[in-house]
C-alpha cells in the first residue's frame, strides 16, 4: 500500500510520490486487496476502520495506537457510527482477492473528543486520482464502482480496569483536532445516529413505503473471547457487523430462503450505531425486523437491535438495504 497525505497547511508532501491532493487534510491510498482484507464476513470493514485510525493519526498528529488521556490511561478512538453505501453492482462484497482500490479519505473537526472520517474506496480502474474528496460530493452518494464510508469515532477510556462498561470520554493531549476543517452541519451524521437510537431503524422514509415481511423474530449470540475481543480486551467493532449478519442469516433461513441467497445478496447500504460496548461473558439478543419496499419487493430493509440479554440494555442498532435476485424475490 502506498499513500499521500496533504498537509493541514496545504503544502506539498515531502516524499514527492503519487499524485499531489489537491485540498488540504486529504490522504490517498493505492490498495491491491488480500485474502486478510476481503470475504463475507467482517474482514473488510475492520480495514476500513485501520484506515480511520490512520487518517486521524496522519492529520492530527496522533499517536492513535498509543494514545493516552489527561490521567494518563489509555485511551481508544471508538467507533460509534459506521455507515457503508455502494450500489448494486459495486457493493460490499464486490471486493476480491487482487482488486487494486483507489482510497481517498478526509477527517472532519467535531471537538476535542470526537472526529468524522469520510471514505471514498473506488476500483482503480473507475477512479480518477485527481478528484476532491468535499463533504457535498460525498453525501450526493457514491459514482458507479464506488464506495462511501463515513465512521464517526469519540475518544474513550475505561472507567474500571477489566471492565468494558460505562466507557468514559478521553482525550489524547496531542489530538490536533483543530487543523481539520469543519463539517457543514447539513452533513452531521448526529441527526441518524440520534435517531436510529430512539426508533430502532435507520430508515427516514414514510412507513407507507414499506410493507412488512417479517417481525418479532429474536435470536441469541454470547460473545466468543476466541474471536471476538480485540487487542485491549474490548469487543472488537467491526465483530458487530458479523453479529448483525448471523441475526440476519437466522432471519433469512426462518423465511426459508436459502444460503446460497443469502450469499448473493447485495448490501448497498448498512449503518451501525454503537451504543455501548459489552463485557466478554455477555450473552446478546438480537431482534430482526424485516420490511420490503412496496414499489419494489427485492429491495428490503432490516433492521437489528442488539440488547444485553440479560438487563435489556441497548448495545447497537444496525439496519440493511438489500438487493435480492429478482428470481429469488418470491422466497
Not at 3 to 24: F, L, M, N, V
Not at 239 to 250: E, K, N, P, T
Amino acid at each position: 500500500m502506498t499513500y499521500q497525505t496533504a498537509p493541514a497547511d496545504g503544502t506539498a508532501p515531502s516524499d514527492g510520490t503519487g499524485p499531489q491532493p489537491p485540498d488540504a487534510g486529504t490522504l490517498r491510498r493505492r490498495v491491491t486487496v488480500s485474502p486478510a482484507m476481503c470475504g463475507h464476513n467482517s474482514l473488510f470493514l475492520g480495514q476500513i476502520g485501520d484506515w480511520t485510525w490512520e487518517t486521524v493519526g496522519t492529520l492530527c498528529g496522533t499517536d492513535v495506537l498509543g494514545a493516552r488521556g489527561a490521567d494518563g490511561s489509555p485511551a481508544y478512538l471508538a467507533f460509534y457510527y459506521y455507515r457503508v453505501r455502494g450500489s448494486r453492482d459495486f457493493h460490499l462484497r464486490s471486493v476480491s482477492f487482487g482488486d487494486v482500490l483507489d482510497v481517498t479519505s478526509r477527517s472532519f473537526d467535531f471537538g476535542s473528543e470526537s472526529v468524522l472520517t469520510i471514505h471514498r474506496i473506488a476500483a482503480a480502474s473507475a477512479a480518477d486520482p485527481g478528484r476532491p474528496l468535499t463533504a457535498a460530493e460525498f453525501y450526493r452518494g457514491p459514482a458507479p464502482g464506488e464506495l462511501h464510508v463515513e465512521n464517526f469515532n469519540r475518544w474513550v477510556s475505561r472507567r474500571r480496569a477489566g471492565s468494558n462498561q460505562g466507557l468514559v470520554p478521553a482525550s489524547p493531549a496531542d489530538f490536533r483536532h483543530r487543523r481539520l476543517p469543519a463539517l457543514p452541519e447539513e452533513y452531521s451524521p448526529r441527526r441518524a445516529y440520534g435517531r436510529a437510537r430512539q426508533t430502532l431503524s435507520f430508515c427516514d422514509e414514510p412507513p407507507e413505503e414499506y410493507t412488512p415481511v417479517a417481525e418479532g423474530f429474536t435470536t441469541r449470540y454470547r460473545i466468543d473471547i476466541t474471536r471476538d475481543l480485540n487487542g485491549v480486551g474490548l469487543v472488537y467493532f467491526a465483530s458487530y457487523f458479523s453479529f448483525v449478519d448471523q441475526a440476519v442469516l437466522c432471519q433469512w433461513r426462518a423465511l426459508g430462503r436459502d444460503d446460497g441467497a443469502f450469499l448473493r445478496r447485495r448490501v448497498v447500504d448498512q449503518q451501525l450505531c454503537y451504543a455501548q460496548n459489552a463485557d466478554p461473558d455477555t450473552e446478546l439478543e438480537l431482534g430482526v425486523t424485516v420490511r420490503a419496499r412496496t414499489a419494489d419487493r427485492a429491495e428490503e430493509l432490516f433492521d437489528v437491535v442488539i440488547r444485553d440479554a440479560t438487563t435489556g440494555n441497548l448495545i447497537a442498532v444496525s439496519t440493511q438495504r438489500v438487493y435480492r435476485q429478482p428470481e429469488e424475490e418470491g422466497q
